[in-house]
């Protein structure tokens, strides 16, 4: 079993930024990617980024493309999303998400096996 563990959530007003951590612990050893994905209020869920854990490779959604940054800390099994230049629009329940099988897929929820609880992301006007 695999665990996530997701921080850094909170209140920020427009303009502003947030780092988001998510921590795996467990059966870790063959993680091949992590990725992002956020809810907004009456809203489906969306896919944010993805990393790839050996060859870093990175993928975002266009909406976020030149404000977040994902990266990942191999040695802490712990993946990071940088969101700058934060918007109102961002404001969603941001979940960490862990891909064991490497299938090819990125923005499909059905790629990832595990997820985190989520934190709570709010930007105000």
């Known amino acids: 079993q695999v665990q996530l563990v997701e921080s850094g959530g909170g209140l920020v007003q427009t303009g502003g930024s947030l780092r988001l951590s998510c921590a795996a612990s467990?059966?870790?050893?063959?993680?091949?990617?992590m990725g992002w994905f956020r809810q907004a209020p009456g809203k489906e869920r969306e896919f944010v980024a993805r990393i790839t854990w050996s060859l870093l490779s990175t993928y975002y959604a266009d909406s976020v493309k030149g404000r977040f940054t994902i990266s990942r800390d191999n040695a802490k099994n712990t993946v990071f999303l940088q969101m700058n230049r934060l918007k109102p629009e961002d404001t969603a329940v941001y979940y960490c998400?862990?891909?064991?099988?490497?299938?090819?897929?990125?923005?499909?929820?059905?790629?990832?096996?595990?997820w985190g609880q989520g934190t709570q992301v709010t930007v105000s006007e």
């Open positions: 998400a862990a891909d064991f099988r490497g299938r090819g897929g990125v923005v499909a929820e059905d790629e990832y096996e595990y």
């Open positions: 467990g059966r870790t050893f063959s993680l091949y990617a």
